[in-house]
């Protein structure tokens, strides 16, 4: 039998009061009177004694059924917009081993990078009685309907890694998103190709010349770095032209297949690739040895996630730099955002995103991330 969530918030008000009451322990009837408001009818200490043992007794139950239905404390359903994603594993296992650490019944689903299909699984979810939920949106555009659902159902929610907009979210309060800024990778990226010594501009000519290969243009992530990689280097002065800008879809062969067709295609023009993720900047890199390109000498090669591939080869020099996207942090934030919301916390407009720093990803520190 599970615990149903009006049970869950007897035990939890049942514990609070034994808490309260173990804290005041130098005033038993003032602290009893916290406990159990009735007892300011019958001010003596027996009678506050009495309720404290009463609640002591109702707590021990609850608890006991409390773990019976649901060990640890609490079912919770993860759904992850694909599994064949190279971030998000990282980022599901860290959740995953998280969540199971402190006791929790985890079901991870794989959205198979179908939104219909999520949603199925996030009714699922509902129907069984999850206690929480963590969602990775397959579509930040499903955002309205994913929220309506949860908020019916009054399941508290904690949304990952494509963020919705404040206004969205604002629709309900139990609901937060925990995620990075993703205009702060963008300005990092851009910054990595200004520290270089030439700053980009490897043929002298006065202007960088690059591609971009995005991620789904869907997501604001790809959106943001796009736009904010690009404009580090405006804003620092240098003159840009983009040769190529083409989705790649976060993907490790679109990056590869993308890069291959623009190094055949502009040759020495291009001076910067920039991708909107490692994944396809490693797909790139094939490209560019296939082409007998060398990183940092003819061209600059920048990514974000600093995967574990991404970091061997800032270290090796074959990327000049990535851009780390904490996947533990951002894991550990999703679960303590998801507790605060299971102890009642609720969130007004304009408070439910929560981020998450990035960090800037060289060969002098990237071994302090391997
Ligand atoms: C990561 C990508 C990942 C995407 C999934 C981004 O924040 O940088 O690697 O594919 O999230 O939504």
Redo the contacts with the bound molecule.
Sequence with gaps: MRLTRKATAMVLASMMAVSLTACGSSDSSATATTAAPAATEAPKATEAAKETEAAKDAATEAAKEAEAAAPGGGNIGVCI?KFD????TT?RNALQEILEGKGYTVTVMDGKNDQAEQNNQINNFIAQGVDALII?PVMTSAADQIIATVKDADIPTVLI??EPTAEQMSAYDKLVYV??D?RQ?GTMQGELILDTENKGDINGDGKVSYIMIQ??PE?V??QY?TEFSVKALTDAGMEVEELDLQRG???RNKGQEIAQNDLAKFGDEIEVIFC?????AIGALQAIQAAGRTVNEDIYLVG??A?DAALNEVVNGNMTGTVL?DANGQAAGAVEAMEALLGGKTYGAGEQSIYVDYVKVTPENAADFQ
């Design positions: 917009y994603d190279a971030f998000m980022y990775n890694n494509r995620g990075c993703a990778s991620g789904d997501n992530d790809a770095r879809d976060w993907d909107n993720n490692d994944d396809m974000v996630d995967l996207n």
